[in-house]
């Protein structure tokens, strides 16, 4: 990965590239004992890797709206997958545009639009305004989500799959090439192996390699930067490696249950557990990730298609390199969530501990301003929200700062020390979810939020269930919950003063900024609105010009 210097006419880009569900550890940069993903590892030498990157909301939907609009997830409302982003919500591309910057998607967003929103005003799908409304405010090149499953009832995504349509195009003889070939092996019967059950983990998927999702996204990527004139911003949003957990040959066989770490995970977690995390930790899926077999097949298969979406990195990243891009893109790497993998009694993400709420983030910026930071670690307490204003930034313009609640990151990357966020808010609703109904919970006592400090981690339930808190300085691993005790409240009682400071925050005033409000005093005055004197000379004289002199007729005297 060469680095020239970007020249002064150049329009920067922003690569912004999201994986789904990566954790923050299953990087070799980041000390992985075994993976290793050298083109990750090009991006930090030459960039920032963020150590302490904490996401609003440890589930697909709720965080990606919180990436896209640079709010949390109280703040935007859209918090679990199918929860509609409302109607109206600004977005990172409604800021870009209007800076001159284009804002494109590629691959998966989880949106789901505001139907009856968009009906309300008149919106229709198919203008330019309401195409946005509907992908999260990108121009979509091509959206794909990604999970083209089917069961009785139909489709879980009723729309079109592009990347289905690409698969029958290459002659794969199915009406859902994704399930039965993208994310199937095949048994020793010959049948369907499909990656939806964890004994077929270990199987190649049956797939020619190139045509796998993966490739195939990178391939629709490097279509778009060779078309597009400088100035974009490309969310480059690969599905991988996202569960189903298969992956093809040569990956599926990278790795195998010697790789696999031991659990994470203490007895003493299951000891008088607060209630919602023994309610997941007992699911059908913590269930899964408990077993030594199920961990033994699945975590190779996550391990191979990481490594495939490394390889696929180096793609992106010798293109760039082969055009001449390298010099005027900005490149970020992160992840929504990550993934327990049996850690912590636990599968799949949706609570707070490290591998779940923690994502790996790296961003390298092409221009001499960054120089001095290359190859270096922040270990800031950064949130997934401040990319949206740091890409503002990068744009030219001014964050507004009264609608996006992140701060720009491009202050660490020059180097400076600027003055921060104490502590990083993460949120969970899991009503929707059987835990709320097993709990006995109404739907809007489901709640969970997460304080951490950089060493003291609470994490409050509302519904009058017991907090939980962390020291990860003495506690790294996250086994001693300090809250089923009371020799630890001074700590639990200073970080829900966070929580309530936080909770205080100015959200909602969207429509006015600081500068707006300040410029607005005393308009009303210099436009004859003038209640409250007593003769008049409370105020300057040309304000009351236009109600003195003689008076124009008499009408008192009949």
């Avoid at 329009?11 to 940069?29: E, V």
């Avoid at 092996?185 to 190139?210: H, L, Q, T, V, Y």
């Avoid at 327990?340 to 599968?347: A, C, I, K, V």
């Avoid at 409000?517 to 236009?546: H, N, Q, Y």
Wanted: a negative charge; proline letters at 7%; aromatic letters at 10%.
């Amino acid at each position: 990965m060469t680095h020239p210097t970007q020249t002064p006419d150049q329009k920067l880009n922003i690569l912004f590239i999201m994986y789904d569900q990566l954790r923050f550890d299953y990087l070799s940069c980041a000390g992985h004992p075994h993976l290793e993903t050298p083109h990750f590892d090009r991006v930090a030498a030459q960039g920032v890797r963020f150590t302490n990157a904490y996401v609003q909301s440890p589930i697909c939907g709720a965080s990606r709206m919180s990436f896209y609009t640079g709010r949390y997830t109280s703040s935007h409302g859209a918090q679990w997958n199918g929860f509609p982003l409302r109607v109206g919500e600004q977005t990172m591309g409604d800021h870009l545009r209007k800076l001159g910057m284009s804002c494109w998607l590629l691959g998966k967003t989880h949106m789901k639009a505001d139907v009856a929103g968009m009906e309300r005003l008149g919106l229709s799908p198919d203008s330019v305004i309401g195409a946005r409304q509907a992908e999260c405010g990108f121009d979509a090149w091509i959206r794909d989500d990604g999970l083209w499953a089917e069961g009785p009832d139909g489709f879980y995504d009723a729309k079109r799959s592009p990347y289905n349509e690409y698969l029958k195009s290459k002659g794969y003889p199915s009406e859902n090439p994704w399930s039965d070939f993208a994310n199937a092996g095949i048994d020793d019967e010959g049948d369907i192996a499909s990656g939806w059950m964890f004994r077929n983990a270990d199987k190649p998927a049956n797939i020619r390699e190139e045509d796998s999702e993966t490739p195939w996204l990178t391939q629709k990527t490097i279509e778009f930067m060779d078309q597009a004139e400088d100035g974009w911003c490309a969310h480059v949003s690969y599905i991988k490696p996202h569960w189903p957990y298969i992956v093809p040959a040569p990956y599926h066989a990278m790795y195998g249950p010697e790789h696999v770490p031991p659990a994470t995970r203490s007895e003493a977690e299951r000891e008088n557990p607060q209630p919602v995390f023994g309610a997941y930790m007992n699911n059908r899926i913590g269930q899964a990730f408990q077993r030594d077999d199920v961990r033994e097949k699945v975590i190779p298969a996550y391990m191979g298609l990481i490594k495939q979406c490394d390889d696929q990195l180096g793609v992106l990243l010798d293109h760039l390199d082969r055009t001449g891009r390298m010099q005027n893109t900005m490149i970020v790497l992160t992840s929504d969530h990550g993934d327990y993998l049996g850690d912590h009694w636990m599968g799949e993400k949706d609570l707070f501990h490290e591998p779940s709420v923690k994502i790996p983030m790296i961003i390298f910026d092409p221009r001499s301003s960054a120089d001095a930071t290359r190859g270096t670690t922040c270990d800031a307490l950064v949130e997934a929200i401040d990319l949206a204003p740091t890409f503002v930034e990068v744009a030219g313009g001014d964050v507004p700062d009264h609608i996006l609640e992140g701060r720009s990151l491009l202050p660490w990357l020059r180097g400076e020390t600027p003055e921060w966020r104490q502590f990083a808010i993460s949120e969970y609703d899991y009503s929707a979810t059987p835990q709320c109904v097993q709990l006995g919970l109404e739907p809007r006592d489901a709640r969970l939020f997460m304080v951490f400090d950089g060493r003291f981690k609470l994490i409050h339930a509302e519904g009058g269930l017991r907090p939980m808190l962390f020291d990860l300085q003495e506690d790294p691993q996250e086994f001693n919950d300090l809250a089923k005790g009371n020799s630890h409240q001074a700590e639990l009682d200073r970080l829900y003063d966070c929580l309530a400071g936080w909770g205080r925050r100015l959200a909602q005033r969207v429509t006015m900024s600081e500068d707006d409000i300040k410029s607005a005093r005393g308009r009303s005055a210099r436009k004859g609105i003038l209640p409250f004197l007593m003769d008049g000379t409370e105020v300057p004289d040309e304000l009351t010009e236009k109600y003195r002199g003689k008076a124009p007729a008499n009408y008192l005297d009949g």
